[in-house]
């Protein structure tokens, strides 16, 4: 189910055919938003992240865009597909034809955003590298590169990858933020080493700096061995939600203190 710029299609071919030679053959930028108990995660930042890649690859935004219109649009889709499941993913496109600007909104069912311990299996990916820069920030930017890291992980027996910057400093997985657990201190990569700043990124950084706990939160640039001299290392995403690693390469990770902050996190915020 989709709904293409407010009609609401079982299949793409539906549209109008200009729109979907528009689709297929523009430039587009995708956000993905996850609606789970009742309510559509994070909204506030997602829109702000949607809008400032909008200005940032020069789209222009009508001015109905606005915070409540897009909300909406996602909640006619919830409506007709709520008897199905009360948990869903949705992927915004936007795309534009002779300077005006469209949207797509696709439906998948999910399961809900929970934290994972089970085994996980990833290294360090060195074949290409993110250029360490304020547009790799943005989704669209590096997504060809994260399909053959996550193929490279696949041919390799693995569930995901640490990927790195031209500097060969840690930039994030394949599949989302990285987190690193040293005593008190919780380390992730800046957004000066290139990692997408997601809006689940931004909303949890924003909740550890507000939360009263014995942590602190360092945004910084990391050299690969901070993963090895960490007591603890997850993975943040709002797709696949928190991945807790128990191993990389040959150093062992408690996980405590991650599920402890973690499901505080969940409890608070989903």
């Known amino acids: ?52 890649s909008l200005r940032r690859f020069r789209f222009n935004i ?17 409506k007709i597909n709520r008897k199905t499941t009360n948990d869903f993913l949705f992927e915004f ?41 304020d547009l790799s920030n943005f989704s669209i930017t590096n997504r060809g590169l994260r399909r053959i890291a996550a193929k490279y992980a696949d041919e390799n027996e693995l569930n995901d990858v640490v990927l790195i910057n031209e500097h060969k400093n840690i930039v994030e997985t394949s599949l989302g933020s990285i987190y690193l657990i040293q005593n008190n201190k919780i380390l992730t990569p800046s957004l000066d080493s290139g990692c997408q700043d997601f809006a689940i990124r931004s909303y949890f ?8 706990t014995t942590f602190q939160l360092f945004e910084i640039i990391l050299n690969p061995f901070e993963i090895q001299k960490s ?8 797709e696949s939600g928190i991945q807790v690693v128990k191993n990389y390469r040959k150093t062992n990770f408690k996980r405590e203190k991650s599920k402890f902050l973690c499901e505080k996190f969940i409890e608070s915020n989903i």
Do not use: C
Not at 231 to 238: A, K, M, N
């Open 93 to 133: 496109h936007f795309f534009s034809d002779a300077r005006i600007t469209y949207f797509l909104i696709s439906l998948l069912p999910s399961k809900p955003l929970k934290i994972n311990d089970s085994k996980y299996l990833i290294d360090l990916y060195k074949e290409n590298s993110i250029t360490a820069s």
């Open 62 to 78: 009508p001015k109905h865009f606005s915070f409540e219109f897009l909300e909406n649009e996602i909640i006619k889709l919830i």
């Open 231 to 238: 007591d603890e290392f997850f993975v943040l995403s709002i």
């Open 1 to 52: 189910m989709f709904n293409f710029n407010g009609t609401i299609v079982s299949k793409i071919n539906d549209v109008e055919p200009e729109l979907v030679h528009a689709l297929k053959n523009s430039f587009s930028i995708f956000e993905i938003v996850r609606y789970q108990n009742n309510k559509i995660l994070f909204w506030d930042f997602h829109y702000l992240r949607m809008m400032a």
């Open 205 to 212: 950084n924003n909740w550890l700096k507000k939360e009263e």
